[in-house]
């Protein structure tokens, strides 16, 4: 481990790195959310029925499946650099090929592929913003890594209701096409990111490692100390297999399981929105389905910046658990009172919204904190591809159970899979506040790591 890295001064190096990071989970809201909206002209245009909504609904969520696991292994192996530009240009591809599609299975496999770059990214960008980051600002630029996600979401919402006053229905490939540009920019704010040292020195390469700590930390890194142990040379041999073997196996799961428990409740309410608030009585049209969906993920938004502030004044442990907790609430409040006034129906799924906040904001913090260099991707993108699994499945579901169960059992089932997102962390969380990236973290800890002061270079040597 690298306590010169640790510890060194929170810089506009550091600044820029967590901005060119947020592009994929920013592009991930965004790609996600739009399509929604895209719903709307798309419905009548290609004569879609319910479940082939369903399909398209779930399809960049499947594609979020197999990338998470299978760009988390490849970004291991070959590095965080190489693959940072890679998945944003494959985003654009799609991007532009998304307005000429004409069938459900041309904008399914398109969705797929969108799904899986966007996975890829998850890996990528945050283990190398990790790898970078002191630990004192860790959680915190982690975490915002979210909020990036959720301004994706409403600005998807609000670029969608504007195509549909200013084009009407119609539009609904321009609002497809529309993230290229979203694309482009992060493709201009990445250019000149470095390579992690500490995948560097991982891989052998520790000259590399220690010259671009001097050139972006501006601090001396002895090469030494940014070299792998006995156990990291070993795990590098390990890879996907070494998650599931002592003591990765149980933080394997964790990480997985909680973010599948938020996630598929999560996920479906964003896409469907509309349709669960009109069960309860609100009014429908273009306002709900754009602007009203938009305000949750604005109210989803919001409820990070407590969580934010909480995991690094409370720990870790005690906010997942207590979020997890307090989310049941209002879903078990809908599940009972399926006849709910749309008011009550509206304020209770704010409510969870703003709760959501503690899981959001440590769904990468978590797997990026809990495991090391070696296999720090890999963990990252193996629990993106499980928590997609029930983001895929609730998404599909949602409409279909709306319509053959109604509204209380759907609400009930929700709570149920949150409840069991209660269990897993309280079980199984871990307490990583102030720990040093990839050391073992002590369950229950809650204490600060000692601060080392990082000694200047002299500007001779930069």
Known sequence: ??????????????????????????????????????????????????????????????????????????????????????????????????????????ITVLRFVLGMAVAADYPIATSLLAEWLPTKHRGRLLGQQIVAWYAGSVLAYVVGYLFLELAGPGSWRWMLASSTVLCVVFLVIRRGSPESPRWLAANGRVGEAVRVVEKHLGVRVDGRELMPDAAGRARRAGGLRLL????????????????????????????????????????????????????????????????????????????????????????????????????????????????????NVLDWTYPNELFPTEIRATAVGVATSVSRIGAAVGTYLLPLSLTGLGTGPTMLIAAGITALGLLVCALWAEETRGTALGASPAPHRTGKAPAVPAQRVPQTVR
């Open 1 to 106: 481990m690298s306590q010169t890295i640790d510890n060194a001064p929170y810089t506009a190096f550091h600044r820029r790195l967590a901005l060119a990071c947020s592009g994929g989970p920013l592009l991930d809201g965004y790609i996600l959310s739009i399509v929604g909206v895209a719903l709307i002209g798309m419905r009548p245009d290609l004569g879609l029925s319910t479940a082939e909504v369903s399909l398209i609904g779930a399809a960049a969520l499947v594609g979020m499946f197999v990338g998470g696991a299978l760009f988390g292994v490849l970004t291991d192996k070959i590095g965080r650099e190489v693959m940072y530009t890679a998945d944003l240009l494959v985003m654009v591809a799609c991007s532009v090929l998304s307005f000429w599609v004409d069938s459900v299975w041309a």
């Open 244 to 359: 599931m073997t002592p003591p990765y196996r149980r933080r394997t799961l964790f990480c997985g399981l909680f973010f599948l428990c938020q996630v598929g409740p999560l996920f479906a309410m964003l896409t469907f929105g509309p349709q669960i608030l009109s069960s309860f009585g609100m009014p429908g049209g273009t306002v709900m389905e754009t602007l009203g969906t938009g305000l949750i993920s604005l109210v989803f938004l919001l409820g990070c910046y407590p969580a934010l502030r909480l995991i690094d004044t409370r720990g870790r442990r005690p906010v997942i658990i207590w979020s997890f907790a307090l989310m049941t609430v209002p879903l078990a409040l809908l599940g009972v009172w399926p006849a709910a006034p749309a008011a009550v129906a509206l304020t209770a799924l704010c409510a969870y919204a703003f709760l959501c906040g503690g899981p």
